[in-house]
């Protein structure tokens, strides 16, 4: 496990340096409400350097706020011990906190975080359809687009019905989504979920 000067933890803010980059994490006493890649390298290599951020991998560290605590603990495994989290599926996912969006928006990001596991893909449309509205993948890569909780809500394994891996707005784009995608299958065969 790393140290304390691994991480940083305010309030309501985390600070998780990954191999993606260095991951922003906000909280509610309810749940996760933001789970973002820092895109602005200067900005992010200032924030390591102003909270002595040092190893590449960063473990939970006791916060304020017990669902950051989580998140991060969440992160952990993800990154470095990802067969923890494909014993359990979906279903060990830190609390979340998401915003209402509109109905289906939030359905979606939730049918997703249900339904596609670590490992698994599935398409903008086979998505909607999850979601029950079979004509609405347009709408369901509307709602990839603001998912406030990328990684968390993986909309990195959501892929276009064309092929290629798409596009992401997290970290470096359709690269940091490949490097997703990738790292999840050294966990296992990479699947189309259905």
């Not at 040092?54 to 017990?66: A, D, G, I, V």
Request: charged share 25%; aromatic share 6%; with cysteine.
């Amino acid at each position: 496990m790393a140290s304390a000067s691994d991480m940083h933890v305010e309030q309501n803010v985390a600070y998780y340096l990954s191999p993606v980059g260095l991951i922003k994490i906000q909280a509610s006493a309810k749940g996760i409400t933001s789970l973002k890649i820092v895109k602005d390298k200067s900005h992010a290599h200032s924030l390591i350097e102003e909270h002595r951020l040092e190893t590449l991998h960063n473990c939970t560290n006791p916060s304020h706020n017990k669902k950051l605590d989580e998140a991060l603990k969440w992160l952990e495994e993800y990154f470095c011990r990802p067969e923890e989290l494909r014993k359990d599926g979906c279903r060990r996912l830190p609390p979340l906190d998401l915003p209402m969006g509109g109905n289906f928006v939030r359905k979606v990001w939730l049918t997703l975080a249900d339904h596609v596991p670590l490992g698994r893909t599935t398409t903008y449309g086979e998505l909607a359809q999850l979601a029950g509205r079979p004509a609405a993948s347009r709408a369901a890569g509307q709602a990839m687009r603001t998912n406030p909780v990328s990684i968390i809500v993986p909309c990195h394994r959501v892929l276009p019905k064309s092929g290629g891996v798409g596009r992401y707005s997290g970290g470096e784009g359709s690269v940091t989504k490949q490097w997703l995608l990738d790292h999840e299958r050294v966990c296992g065969d990479m699947k189309h979920a259905k």
